[in-house]
């Protein structure tokens, strides 16, 4: 899910998403919406908040986000101070604010930040409970990433999230005899055998990669049935549904484009747009890329996005990057935060955001899949659904310092590059992830 | 004698400095020991802060199991018990210690001879000396990005200019897709990159020789070589000696190169003990893990720089007494 947004894209992104929220006339108007009582939060006097949060995909994001933020004051008249930081640096910013019990009130951070800092948090059962009864209820990554493990208490408010589905290049599919990338293992081997034949390959990133690695290397064990730690967070990666899916992997991998596996997050975007590669798996970073580009648009019009095969498992397995918003015990104005998260989720504020991020941000109540932006290109309405996915980064296993961290150390990427490459035996490299998953999930 | 009378009387009453109060500050800055402290401190004091604490915050987490975002307890050596075990961790300390050696023998054979080359009277000879230095001067991170595009599996320039301009291959080149290619591409990068230093400091050092030696060995009737063997190579040896431990201790210690590069990958097969230290450290967020791998690294630098100064610089006359 690498994003390369340049200057020029930025304006035109800018101004296409200056058009939907024009078009889509008043902001919100589709969102259905339940009849219920915000609980009441007295805003502290004097309230003041500070909040950090990523920096944009877009521009309009900034913008949309710092307008609705403004409301707010104006509604209440609490000042709210936003920070954007670059996305490397949210997570030791978040660690230090928790340490030091001094700093922001509200962190939107990523993934699993809040179930690390759970004991320095505000509980937001209310107003999770609040905006699901509102707006449709939570969607499954939602609920995953919100609530601390094994109990219905929530820590964090995702505000959204981004997958990395498949990518493909319609003509070559179609002129194989595929109307779309098929459902299962054998028939998605088969397609990738005679894209190879065809001379138009498929590849993705085996490299240190974070993003497009992890979510390849996931997708491969997921869809197998296989999984890194059960429920209570043992490891479990050394299993016969890791070896089967890393013996497809040797299948699989001798159709891939040569060089995959020295892929960062970057490469299968460039490879794709120069049209030496027909399909893989990616944000919707690259098909607007393309689709902005007049050099490339004739790509993009000639792009679809569909799920990664589901094979063995129920649905197609991806996980997402997902926003989370926490608050912090350390914060005087409490009320105010939550209020404040409460209301940049109501749909006056939130639609426009969403519409504003053209699709890079997926909703996570489920009232806002009528939002006008997944109507406003259909290539696009597949990020609608991301968090409906009920796989998350760590799956099974709870959320925690150690799933991220052996995301961050690319067990399971490096588990498929050591067996694709043909440096180990699947049974080899399941043994060395069992063994590194152990170390960052032993019991301390 | 005949002294005048106002000389007479000027002698009891000599001029002394008007007597300022003898206050104890004023005792306190007259004080020899007092004085030397302060003068230190400044330096001291930056040196605790910004070498002193790191270096010891490093050390003490080394034995911790620190993690970002949670305060780590005393674990003794159990990070580096975990280390010896990790297959990983050994092919970093192995393929720190192969790029060190193989690019450092790279980067001063192609120095000297460079050096030996600039020494000559050429046209144009600054600007030549200057063009040399640029690899040494861009930013590393832009060097490294460079060869990163040069090494790409897709849009590599040298895989481009073999395959569709000279037709002499199908393929791309296999620059950084499996290991040893990748492992050389990397040290190739930083030979490149290190060339200027050696060269410049190694030309400073030559143009310190004097040419009466020369002159007297050719009058002796000596061989181009034996003038190199016997009048060269000596006299540049202590500057030799420096810029190698200097040079041994950047290569070992490398980072962005590799990391911009590579990643450490393809399967962890390009980590230097610098990369794996922060790949553990930060991303992977196990702080005390990481800074057990940064603090395994110092005997191996402490064992680089003896072995520079013991091995090439152990000659007398560098301390002012004659060589035997």
């Given at each position: 899910m690498a994003n390369i947004i340049t200057r020029r894209d930025t304006l035109m992104l800018g101004a296409s998403a200056a058009a939907a929220v024009a078009l889509s006339g008043g902001a919100g108007a589709q969102i259905q919406r339940a009849n219920v009582n915000p609980p009441s939060w007295p805003i502290e006097s004097g309230a003041s908040l500070r909040m950090l949060r990523p920096v944009r995909f877009v521009q309009p994001d900034e913008e949309v986000f710092r307008a609705n933020c403004a409301r707010f004051t104006q509604q209440t008249g609490v000042q709210v101070r936003v920070d954007f930081v670059g996305w490397e640096d949210i997570t030791q910013q978040t660690a230090v604010t928790a340490n030091t019990g001094a700093g922001p009130d509200v962190i939107i951070g990523f993934n699993e930040s809040p179930h690390i800092y759970v004991d320095k948090l505000v509980d937001l059962t209310d107003v999770a409970e609040y905006l699901g009864a509102r707006y449709g209820g939570w969607l499954a990554m939602a609920q995953r990433y919100g609530k601390r493990h094994g109990t219905n208490n929530w820590i964090g408010i995702p505000f959204g999230a981004s997958g990395g589905p498949l990518v493909w290049r319609k003509s070559a599919v179609n002129e194989l005899g595929f109307q779309a990338p098929p459902d299962d293992h054998a028939g998605f081997l088969d397609l990738s055998k005679k894209l190879k034949a065809a001379n138009k390959p498929s590849g993705f990133a085996l490299g240190n990669a974070v993003g497009d690695g992890n979510g390849f290397a996931n997708w491969l064990v997921w869809s197998h049935n296989g999984f890194l730690v059960d429920p209570d967070g043992n490891v479990a990666i050394n299993s016969p549904e890791t070896i089967a899916a890393l013996e497809y992997l040797k299948e699989l991998y001798a159709t891939f484009i040569p060089g995959t596996i020295a892929w960062g997050d970057i490469s299968n975007n460039r490879a794709y747009a120069a049209q030496e590669l027909w399909l893989t798996a990616n944000g919707v970073s690259l098909y607007f890329a393309l689709k902005n580009d007049p050099a490339t648009a004739p790509i993009a019009a000639d792009t679809e996005h569909s799920l990664l095969p589901k094979g063995k498992a129920a649905a197609s397995p991806m996980a997402g990057l997902t926003l989370n918003a926490m608050t912090f015990r350390h914060s005087r104005y409490p009320n105010a935060a939550k209020a404040l998260i409460a209301f940049l989720m109501e749909a006056e504020q939130y639609d426009p955001w969403l519409q504003a991020n053209l699709g890079y941000w997926s909703q996570p109540l489920a009232a806002y899949a009528a939002s006008p932006v997944w109507q406003s290109d259909p290539k696009v309405a597949i990020f609608r659904d991301v968090m409906r996915s009920d796989y998350w980064i760590g799956y099974k296993g709870p959320i925690s310092q150690a799933s991220a961290a052996a995301n961050a150390d690319y067990i399971m990427v490096q588990m498929c590059a050591a067996v694709a490459s043909g440096q180990s035996t699947p049974q080899q490299a399941a043994r060395e992830a069992e063994r590194r998953a152990q170390r960052f999930f032993r019991a301390r | 004698m005949n002294t005048t009378p106002t000389a007479v009387a000027a002698a009891p009453t000599r001029w002394t400095p008007p007597r300022r109060e003898e206050t104890w500050i004023g005792w306190l800055l007259d004080w020899k020991p007092f004085l030397i402290v302060m003068c230190l401190l400044p330096a001291v004091g930056l040196l605790t802060v910004f070498l002193t604490y790191p270096l010891g915050l490093g050390i003490w987490l080394a034995f911790t199991d620190t993690t970002i975002g949670r305060r780590g307890i005393w674990v003794g050596l159990e990070n580096f018990i975990w280390l010896f075990e990790d297959p990983i961790f050994w092919s970093a300390v192995f393929y720190s210690v192969f790029y060190t050696a193989i690019a450092t023998i790279g980067k001063f054979a192609l120095g000297l001879w460079l050096a030996l080359l600039l020494n000559?009277?050429?046209?144009i000879k600054s600007f030549i000396r200057a063009i040399i230095l640029l690899p040494w001067i861009v930013p590393t991170v832009l060097s490294a990005i460079a060869f990163w595009w040069i090494y790409d599996p897709q849009f590599s320039i040298i895989s481009y200019v073999f395959v569709d301009v000279l037709g002499w291959r199908d393929t791309n080149i296999?620059?950084?897709?499996?290991a040893w290619p990748a492992r050389w591409s990397l040290i190739a990068a930083n030979i490149w990159r290190g060339i200027p230093f050696v060269a410049i400091s190694l030309l400073a050092g030559l143009q310190t020789i004097p040419p009466s030696l020369y002159e007297a060995a050719l009058l002796d009737g000596s061989t181009p070589w034996q003038r190199f063997r016997y009048i060269t190579v000596p006299m540049i040896m202590p500057i030799l000696a420096i810029v190698m431990t200097f040079s041994i201790i950047f290569t070992f210690t490398d980072f962005q190169l590799v990391y911009a590069i590579t990643r450490g990958g393809p399967v962890n097969s390009t980590h230097l003990l610098a990369t794996l230290a922060f790949q553990r450290g930060i991303p992977g967020g196990q702080l005390g893990e990481g800074a057990a791998i940064a603090v395994s690294m110092i005997p191996f630098l402490v064992f680089a720089t003896l072995f520079s100064y013991f091995a090439l610089a152990r000659r007398k006359w560098q301390q002012g007494e004659a060589n035997d």
């Open positions: - | 000559n009277h050429l046209p296999d620059f950084i897709s499996t």
